[in-house]
C-alpha cells in the first residue's frame, strides 16, 4: 500500500509494547532487533543486560537495505526507534521520494513525564536505555515541532492504528458510478467513454493504463488531465509496477513498457509526468452507493480474500502486499464470478486483468469483469451504475469497441514503411542487381534481441529501387512463451479475439526458400539464407526436380501481369548436402504458403492450394482447429499442450488471425539437438581436450554424460562423422541407426 510509518518516541515510550499488543510485528523492522543479530546483550555494572548499541552501524545498515527491498515491492513498513532528531528522519526523505510514499510519523510518550518514562524504562530488562539515555532523549522529543517534512503525516497511536484501515467512502452524492477496465495504452475507445464526462458521474479506472496498444502518448495526456478532476479514481495494476520501477531508477524489465516510455518521452513528457500520475493512484476503491456496497481492484477478489462485509475486508488492509491488488490471489485462471456469485455476499465487484474464462462484462450476479482484450481490437469496458428507485440499483453496459489497434502480433507499434527499414541500424542491405536488393535483419539483432516491426519484417525481404517488394518470406516470428507478445496468456486473449480458425501445421526440419517472378532478375529466381548461393542454387535444383520448372514460371508470370504478385515458400530438406535434426529418406521440397508481395505478407490460402494441386507439390500435414467452439480455459489448455503432438518431428507452426504465427518445437528435436551441439568436441578434439570436456560436463549436465561417451565410442569405430557446412561449422549426421543404443535412445527419446 506504499505506507511508511516512522515511529517516535524517547525509551520506554511505549512504541515496541504497541506494536506486539496490536500483532503488528510482520510488519515492523525494530532497530533493536537488527542490533541483537550483529551481537549478544552486554553486561553492566549493575550485573544486569542490555542490547549492545556498539554494533548500531551495522545494524542500521542493515535495516535500510530491509526497508528500501521492501519499499521498491511496495509494502507498507513501520520501523521502531527512538526517532527525536530531524537528522534520524533524513534517510526516508530519500527513499520516500525513490519508491512514492506517503509518510506518517507515529509519536509516542507525548503525555509521559520524565519520571514515568524513568519508571517504565527501569521495568523494561534487556530492552532498558538506562538513565542517562532516558534523560537525553527525553529533553529531545520536542525538536521535531515544526521540523517535520512537508507531506509527512504527524499521528498519535490510535490515529496510527485507524490509518491502517482502509477507508470506505460514502458516494450517493454522485447520479452515476462509471467503472472502466483496462486501457492498454488505447485513446481513441478511452475518449469515446469519456466522451460524456461530467460532474454529476464518479469515474474509477482498474489500472494497466499503457503497454501492447498503439497510442500510448494520447493516453499519457488524457492521464494528466484526469489527474486534475476531483470525481476520478485511478487504481493500480500489475502494468503500473513499472513506472513505479521507473521512477526509483530501477531496470525497467518489461520489453514493453521501454517501448511505451521511449514513446512518451520523445513526445516530450518527463519523469514528473509520470510521478504526478502514480501520486494519484490507489490500489482499491471501497464504496457505498446510496447504502450498496462496492469494491474495485484491478486483479479481482476472492471470497476468502474479501470476508463477509466491506467493513471487514478494510479492516487494517494498509498491511497487505500490493501485488494481491496488482496481480491477484489464486491462478490466473481463478474463477472470480463463478466463486463470487457462489459466496452470494451482497457487494458489487468490479475488477479488470484476467478473463481467460471469456466472461461478459455483465454477468447474471454481482462481479463484472472489465477485462475484454480492448488492446487487441475487442472493448474497452465501462460499466455505469445508477439508481433505479430508493431500493434498487442497476448496473448497465457501455463498453466501447476498439477500433485503432495493432493487428499484427509483433514487438513493434506504428506505420511500417520501406524507409524506415532501409534506416534502421539493425538492418543489412544486399545490392543483386538491376535495382533489386534483399534486407535481412542483422546478426547484432539476432544475438541481442532486437526485435520490433522493422527487424521482424527484414527477413528475406526482396525490394527494387522504386521500393516496391518484389519478393518475400515470413515475418520473423517466435516460440510461444520467447516474448512478451507471445506469452501464452496475451495469445489466447489475442486468438480469442478474433475468433475464427487456427492451424496447425508439422514444422518440416529443412531451411527455408523464397521462388517469386521477378522481371528485373529475369524472370522465376530462387532465394534461401540472405540469397547465399550455395543454398539458392540447392533449393533451385530441388524445386524444378520437383516440378516443370517452365511451367512453374508461366504460372507465376501470368498471375503477375494480372496483378496477382505474391512469393512461394518452401521448406527444402536435403539431408546428404544440408543435414538437420530430422532424417529424411530422400531430397524433399514442402510448399509451405503464397505470400503477397508487400509489406503485410497475407497468406494467400487458396493460391497455396491452387499451386500446390497443379504442380504436385507435397505440403506439411496440416490441422484446422475451430477457436470459436473453445473457451479461452480450453483453448489455453490447448495450447499448452501442443508440444505432446509434435512426436518425432521439428515441432508446429500455429496460424491465427491475420497470418499471425508461433512455432512449438518439440522435445523430442530439442534433445536431438542438444546431442548435435555436444558432438563437436566429443568427435574432433584430442584425448586430453576430450576428457577436460567430459569432466565439465559431469558437474554441469551429467544425465548427457553416458550418450557422449557412446557417440565417442562410435566415432571412434567410423560409424559416426560430421560434416562441415559451408560456414565452417562441423554439424553431425545423427543416423536413425544410433536409436539402437540405448544411452541415446533415451536422450532422444
Known sequence: MRKLYILSGAPASGKTGFIRQHGLEPYTLSADLFRQLYANPVRRPDGTEMISQEVSSHAWKKLYEALEYRMAVGETTIVDATHLTPRSLEPYKALAKKYTYKVHLVRFGRDLSLEELLARDAARGLNMAGEPTVRKMYARMESLDGALPKRWNPLTPDEFLASLDWQVRDISNYA?????????????????????????????????????????????????????????????????????????GLPVKSPAFKETLAEIMRAGYTKADFARIVKQMQPVYAARFHGFEMVMTHSGLTPGQFGKSLDDYCHRLALRNETEFMKGLGDYDYPIVEEWIAADLDVLQFYGHRNTRGYEVISDGNAFCLEQKVEFGGRLAVTVTEMVDPDCIITGDESVQNTVFNSELSAGRGRLTLAKIRKHSMVRTKPLGNGVSVLNFTRDAFFKRVWDNETVTARGLFVNDKDEVVARGYNKFFYLGERPETQLDVVVKFIKGVGGTMTEQDKENGFLAIAAYIPELGGLRVFSKGAGDYHSELARELIASACSWDSLEAKLKADYEAGIKYSLTFEVCDVDRDPHIVFYDCPRVFLLDAITNDLAGKMLDDKTAEIAAEFGFDRPVIRTVDVDAMTEVELREHLITLEERTRDNEGLVVTFGDSQKLKVKSDWYNRRKKLRGMSVPVLNAGQESYAKYLDSLRKSAPEYVPAVEKLRELHEAGLVTATQTETGRLELNVPVTLEQHPELQELLG
Open 176 to 248: 452515476k458510478v462509471k467503472v472502466i477496465g483496462d486501457v492498454h495504452s488505447c485513446a481513441t475507445a478511452l475518449d469515446q467513454a469519456l466522451a460524456d464526462f461530467n460532474a454529476e458521474t464518479l469515474y474509477v479506472f482498474v489500472g494497466d493504463y499503457f503497454d501492447r496498444g498503439t497510442e500510448p502518448v494520447a493516453v499519457m495526456e488524457k492521464l494528466l488531465w484526469l489527474v486534475k478532476q476531483p470525481n476520478v479514481v485511478l487504481l493500480v495494476g500489475n502494468h503500473e509496477r513499472h513506472i513505479y520501477d521507473f521512477l526509483a
